[in-house]
């Protein structure tokens, strides 16, 4: 099974601010939901709680939910304790591609794990305030295999690219992030 990551960044690493986005980016939102969908996601409780109770859980995805609230309840999603019990379970269903999408305690928990196989970054061209961070890339450890730019236009405050990072092989999986 693949591991990815899949998040929006500033340029300056900010990934949140006060438990949403800090931009509204539709065509990131339909990349996000076209490589998501079919799939496991896995995501910490926080992250889970900040999307909008009308689009919770993601449709078409099996959402799995990480926190260490035993009694947690997550209506139409599974809730496990632990990173490792969420790959474990996609790995149990025959999952091909389990895809982490937050926030940034599973995300340092991927990098801690050394789990992550692909990243599927959305770089925002711009900087902006946040109190969320994506962690710093080990650029030697990973290949952009593929991007694609988007200029701003009416309905994308900013120009944005996406890009697709495949571990290169013989890379140490314990550093997929700078310290």
């Known amino acids: 099974m693949i591991v990815s990551v899949i998040a929006a960044m500033a340029e300056n690493g900010v990934i949140g601010v006060d438990g949403d986005l800090p931009w509204r980016l539709p065509d990131d939102m339909k990349f996000f939901q076209r490589m998501t969908t079919g799939h496991h996601v896995i995501t910490g409780r926080r992250n889970y709680e900040s999307i909008p109770d009308r689009f ?12 260490r609230e035993r ?18 379970l996609a790995r149990d269903t025959g999952e091909t591609e389990a895809f982490i999408i937050g926030g940034g305690q599973i995300y340092a928990e991927a990098s801690r794990l050394g789990v992550v196989d692909r990243i ?9 305030d946040g109190d969320v961070y994506f962690p710093d890339i080990q650029e030697d450890a990973w290949e952009d295999a593929w991007s694609e ?8 405050a900013y120009s944005f690219t996406f890009h697709r990072y495949e571990r290169i092989k013989g890379s140490n999986p314990d550093t997929w992030v700078t310290s």
């Open 56 to 67: 919770r859980p993601l449709a078409g995805r099996t959402n799995v939910v990480v926190t």
């Open 71 to 88: 009694a947690y309840q997550a209506p139409g999603a599974l809730v496990v304790h632990s990173l490792e019990e969420a790959l474990q």
């Open 120 to 128: 599927y970054l959305t770089i925002v061209h711009g900087e902006v």
């Open 149 to 156: 730019v988007h200029p701003a236009d009416d309905r994308h």
